[in-house]
């Protein structure tokens, strides 16, 4: 039967995060610092909203584009908050999850053989898709000296004649860093000047500590190279309700609502109507959650510092990417040994690129007292080890 199978994806890698956490299922005590989840339920304003739409019996189909209701909502969040202009009629997709939305995007604009640069560390599932979609994943390290972020000089030495396009995801997957207005100007000009599409993954956006998120198509230009995905499952803890969307030129959001209609159809008319609500009524839900991750962000940085860690201080999201080698150990044993011998869950840095085998990603979406508790179980693995 194996003969029958695909070739590329028999030969594609399972994800490092799911294959690590299959240990985890059925031990007991574990303090679970690995899985990207919101540790919160989803505001009872919203679910409330999930709740009534199947009570007014919304159990059906929706228009594969998505409810008008939610694109039209979408438009004026976008307008009113950021001043991006797209047309909810054509210019604006509701998927399944951000995750369709960049499979869907990778599918609709990459020929066989297109390149697409990706910076890493990144999300385990940029490479993969690029790949399904036919085209070559160029990926371009970045440093934890240089705070994990992508220099302009190294996206312009990457880009070739098959360049399709770059994935910029901030604030970003495993590492928390962001980009502020300069550092996105730069990364406009190099775009412009070769005429590439600028994929942003702005799922963390509303999930920024230091600095106002900016949208890289907020910027002056770039609106026509640049396809912004975003949704409701970080911000809003919505992960199960699975609603992204993307919103770029109609061309593209066409070829993408083409691939749509044919795999995924529309996402639950439920969930859409709940994350419609979320954008009317959560705000303040969402802020709370908000001030609460930064007061985690801010206790665990200061004890892994005390500790000994290397890392960079996380601008948004909510992970750290720390380095492991003052342990004496990779990544990969350390979050081993210390599930085993502590029962604190991390992820081993080379789930998210074969250079980080060196580092671990720890996610503080738990409450204060386990991560105090986490941390303590941690100092006490390092002592033993010592």
Not at 109 to 119: A, C, R, S
Not at 172 to 193: C, M, Q
Not at 341 to 358: C, H, L, R, T
Request: with cysteine; aromatic share 12%; charged share 25%.
């Amino acid at each position: 039967m194996k003969k029958s199978l695909s070739k590329t994806v028999q030969e594609l890698q399972p994800s490092g995060i799911r294959e690590f956490f299959d240990l985890v299922l059925g031990m007991k005590d574990v303090i679970s610092l690995g899985v990207g989840e919101p540790d919160f339920t989803t505001p009872w304003v919203i679910r409330e909203a999930g709740i009534y739409a199947l009570e007014q019996g919304f159990t059906s189909y929706t228009s594969n584009k998505g409810l008008y209701k939610l694109r039209l909502g979408i438009s004026r969040y976008l307008n009113s908050r950021f001043n991006l202009k797209y047309n909810p009629e054509e210019e604006i997709l509701i998927t399944t999850g951000v995750s369709e939305a960049m499979d869907l995007a990778l599918r609709a604009v990459v020929n066989p053989g297109d390149e697409v640069i990706i910076p890493l560390p990144c999300y385990v599932a940029y490479g993969p898709l690029t790949i399904l979609a036919g085209g070559l994943p160029r990926y371009i390290k970045t440093q934890l000296r240089q705070g994990f972020k992508l220099k302009p000089e190294d996206l312009e030495r990457a880009i070739t004649k098959r360049t399709k396009a770059v994935i910029l995801n901030y604030p970003g997957n495993p590492t928390g860093v962001s980009y502020t207005n300069k550092e996105l100007a730069d990364f406009k000009r190099i775009i412009l000047k070769h005429k590439i599409l600028c994929i942003t993954d702005e799922i963390y956006g509303d999930l920024s500590y230091d600095f106002a998120h900016i949208p890289f198509a907020s910027l002056s230009g770039a609106g026509q190279f640049s396809l912004y995905l975003n949704g409701f499952s970080k911000a809003y803890a919505m992960t199960g309700w699975r609603i992204g969307y993307a919103c770029g030129c109609k061309d593209v959001i066409s070829a993408m609502t083409k691939i749509h209609q044919y795999t995924m159809l529309c996402a639950p008319i439920m969930s859409q109507l709940a994350a419609y609500e979320a954008l009317v009524s959560g705000k303040k839900a969402m802020d709370e959650m908000k001030r609460e991750y930064q007061r985690r962000r801010e206790y665990v940085y200061e004890e892994l510092k005390r500790i000994g860690f290397e890392m960079v201080k996380p601008q948004g999201a909510f992970y750290f990417f720390i380095s492991t080698k003052n342990t004496g150990l990779a990544g990969l044993n350390f979050a081993r040994k210390l599930l085993k011998e502590q029962n604190v869950a991390v992820v081993p840095g080379d789930a998210f690129g074969s250079d980080y085998k060196d580092f671990v990603r720890l996610s503080y979406c738990a409450d204060l007292d386990k991560l105090k508790e986490a941390i303590a179980r941690i100092e006490k693995f390092l002592r033993r080890k010592q």
